[in-house]
């Protein structure tokens, strides 16, 4: 079934991490490490409560030798999205 709220995107994609981690045999914290993060804070990416940086994504994506099209791997209608996203305003 597909979804299509923000909450639902970044719980998905945190389903995929973990799916491609636990297939590798890959634990969380060895993970983490590869990354460069603390295993919490991993844990709480796969939870799908956290919305990370795309770099972050792309670590994620190299330490598990595949591809960031891997990690959104799912059934999700994305033309549907909610459009709940402010951007902050950054200084220059």
Do not use: W
Request: net charge positive.
């Amino acid at each position: 079934m597909a979804t299509n709220s923000d909450k639902d995107l970044l719980i998905n994609v945190g389903k995929q991490i973990r799916l491609i981690r636990k297939k590798q045999g890959k634990a969380l914290k060895d993970l983490a490490q590869a990354v460069g993060m603390e295993p919490s804070n991993l844990s709480v990416i796969e939870n799908g409560k956290s919305n990370p940086q795309l770099l972050t994504y792309v670590k994620i994506a190299s330490a598990l030798n595949c591809t960031m099209g891997d990690l959104f791997d799912f059934p999700f209608e994305y033309d549907k999205l909610e459009q709940s996203y402010m951007p902050r305003k950054h200084n220059l």
